[in-house]
């Protein structure tokens, strides 16, 4: 079958945001939009889930063309058995050109399953996606954050997952219209392989690192838990958000979900304040896109002075009550 010049984005609704559509699903129509615009084709969203509210035109908005909306109580919680039938269907009768779906536990998972049954390519962990004439191509992170890699695939329609924070959603636009379609999920309840017996949530203390405008860091330098509350002091007077490099997770300082890097979340604030982070590759290539980065840090041949737009060589018990007590000074 011939492959078309239309997009297909996988959308996520965010439980942890009264089921509001993800803020990587928009940054994903944003560059889908762009790219179809080029290509003279369409952008088509897929949602999957329970039951829907304003998603569908919110997608719209955010410049698809198409919604399908998949109605189905075997949907949520997420299983791969439970989509895998209707996406197949959705993009062998679409043969887009390109089917983002966003990186993180669903989409590290569903994206080489379609792959496969497309009997296609996926490339996982994208930081752009670009045009060469109607080739796709993929940009990614490789040797570790090292270095980046572009890659394309033959003629065929290609898969990928993006990173957040990579790409901008385009403004919303009320005024676009779109075509809505609601569909019943196809998948029989004998045909799910997997069966979800427990859910536990960490409870999130202040705001999301993805939305933070501002965030303060730690690393193996802070010493221990004590560390992160003179951070967290800093985060609060500064409106900010407190994150961590994989060493203070793995020590078990701060729980997982604070964890910025490779295997950790990619964040893009106006500031971000690395304290006592050394600045191995890993952790770089989750602040990279950061507005600037100020580096404070022991250790004056440490790595991350070669990414810090400003560094500050000293101990951070000194350095970060005194800088917290002059913002707040500042902001009266």
Request: hydrophobic share 45%; proline share 4%.
């Amino acid at each position: 079958m011939a492959i078309s010049n239309d997009i297909l984005v996988v959308a996520l609704a965010d439980e942890a945001n009264e089921g509001n559509v993800t803020g990587l699903s928009l940054e994903m129509l944003g560059r889908a939009r762009e790219l179809a615009d080029t290509l003279g084709g369409s952008v088509t969203a897929v949602l999957f889930g329970a039951s829907f509210g304003a998603e569908a035109a919110t997608l719209v908005a955010h410049g698809a063309d198409k919604v399908t909306l998949i109605a189905g109580d075997l949907l949520v919680p997420y299983r791969a058995d439970a989509w895998l039938p209707d996406l197949v269907a959705i993009a062998t009768e679409m043969s887009p050109a390109l089917i983002l779906i966003g990186q993180g536990t669903v989409g590290g998972d569903l994206a080489p399953r379609l792959a496969f049954r497309l009997e296609s390519s996926v490339a996982t962990g994208c930081e752009d996606v670009s045009l060469d004439g109607d080739k796709v191509l993929l940009t990614r992170a490789c040797y570790g954050g090292k270095a980046r890699e572009v890659v394309s695939f033959a003629p065929a329609t290609s898969v990928a997952t993006v990173k957040p924070k990579s790409l901008s959603a385009m403004p919303r636009d009320d005024a676009r219209t779109g075509d809505i379609v609601t569909v019943p999920a196809t998948v029989a309840a004998d045909s799910i392989r997997t069966t979800v017996t427990n859910r536990e949530s960490e409870q999130l203390v202040g705001q999301q690192l993805e939305s933070a405008e501002v965030i303060v860091a730690g690393g193996g330098g802070l010493g221990g838990p004590e560390g992160f509350e003179a951070a967290a002091a800093l985060a609060d007077a500064l409106g900010g958000a407190v994150g961590a490099s994989r060493v203070a997770c793995d020590m078990g300082w701060c729980p997982s979900h604070m964890q910025v890097g490779l295997s950790g979340k990619t964040v893009a604030p106006q500031l971000y304040i690395a304290v006592g982070i050394s600045g191995a590759g890993q952790h770089m290539a989750g602040c990279a896109n950061a507005g600037a980065i100020v580096a404070i840090n022991a250790d004056p041949d440490a790595p991350i002075f070669n990414y810090a737009h400003f560094g500050v060589v000293g101990e951070f018990e000194e350095l970060i009550p005194a800088l917290t007590e002059e913002i707040a000074k500042l902001k009266g």
